[in-house]
C-alpha cells in the first residue's frame, strides 16, 4: 500500500472476525456486525501543536488497536477495504 496518511491520520485493516461462535454455530454475513478492532498500516507524522511544533503519534504501524463502531472513513486502496481515522478515535491498543 502506497498512502501516507496526513498529520494525526491513522489507516487501519479491520481484522477478520470468526465465523461461528464457540457453540459452532456458523454466522451469516447479513448478521455479522463490522469488528471494532483492527491492525495499524500507515500511520502521519503527528499533529501540530499551538506552537507550531509536531506531536508523535502514540500508535505505529503494526500495532492492533480498538477503535468506536463508528469511527473513520472507510476506502478502498489496491482493491482492500481499510479505515482511515484520526489518532483520537482510536481508544486503545491491544498488547501480548
Known amino acids: 500500500m502506497k498512502l501516507r496518511p496526513l498529520h494525526d491520520r491513522v489507516v487501519v485493516r479491520r481484522v ?50 480498538l477503535f468506536g463502531k463508528w469511527s473513520g472513513t472507510e476506502v478502498k486502496i489496491d482493491g482492500e477495504d481499510v479505515l482511515i481515522m484520526k489518532e483520537s478515535d482510536i481508544m486503545g491498543v491491544l498488547e501480548k
Do not use: H, N, Y
Open 16 to 65: 477478520k472476525e470468526e465465523e461461528k461462535t464457540k457453540g459452532g454455530i456458523i454466522i451469516p454475513d447479513a448478521a455479522k456486525e463490522k469488528p471494532q478492532e483492527g491492525e495499524v498500516v500507515a500511520v502521519g507524522k503527528g499533529a501540530v501543536g499551538e506552537d507550531g511544533k509536531v506531536i508523535a503519534l502514540d500508535v505505529k504501524k503494526g500495532d492492533r488497536v
